[in-house]
């Protein structure tokens, strides 16, 4: 997705949708911003229907908005496609032609997302938004395999994460090099940690 489109929602975060456990009372939303230390996007996709590719985008920024009496948020994840890592150099390159990620036209990917849901306990189990890649936007659903909360010692703030799932076809995104040969579903795996801004 091209920086000038930012409806997107984007990875993982939302995840941070955590403040769903410990947020304040109704009409008082928590602020939280991404670590891109602790966050990234991972994904894979089968070869030649033998072994899996597998990669990472380790450059992340995101915030969320969470309001725990009304169940409502918002989530935005910027994703640097150029940061692919895939740990073999020649592939990465690769990947970052204008045949597949298009890095260079398209040096950004989002997830905007504004649809939570929780458990009873409050945790987040899923969050539902827009992917836009190469300046696409598509439907995406990043389910929780773990999520909670707790108090950073050291920061002595509230850090929400988990870790989230979802699968997408390529080809959506016009990105159809290799097919059939590599698949076109990719699966990414999100993992998020974000820190708690507002007191």
Do not use: K
Not at 95 to 124: I, M, N
């Amino acid at each position: 997705m091209d920086a000038g489109n930012q409806p997107a929602a984007r990875l993982a975060a939302g995840l941070l949708a955590a403040a769903a456990v410990a947020g304040p009372a109704a009409g008082q939303p928590v602020d939280y911003a991404l670590d891109p230390t602790h966050s990234s996007v991972t994904f894979e996709v089968l070869h030649f229907d033998t072994a899996t590719i597998r990669g990472r985008f380790s450059l992340l920024e995101g915030t969320v908005q969470w309001d725990r009496g009304t169940g409502r948020g918002r989530v935005q994840v910027v994703l640097d496609t150029a940061s692919v890592s895939t740990g073999v150099p020649v592939l990465d390159a690769l990947l970052r032609r204008d045949d597949l990620l298009a890095s260079s036209a398209h040096p950004r990917a989002y997830f905007v997302a504004e649809q939570f849901s929780a458990g009873t306990d409050g945790a987040v189990q899923a969050v539902t938004g827009e992917f836009t890649l190469r300046g696409t936007g598509r439907g995406l659903r990043l389910v929780a395999q773990r999520f909670r909360c707790y108090t950073q010692p050291l920061l002595r703030r509230e850090v929400c994460g988990g870790d989230f799932e979802a699968t997408l076809p390529r080809s959506a995104y016009g990105i159809t090099h290799s097919l059939p040969f590599v698949a076109d579903t990719v699966r990414l795996l999100v993992q998020v940690e974000a820190i708690r801004q507002t007191p």
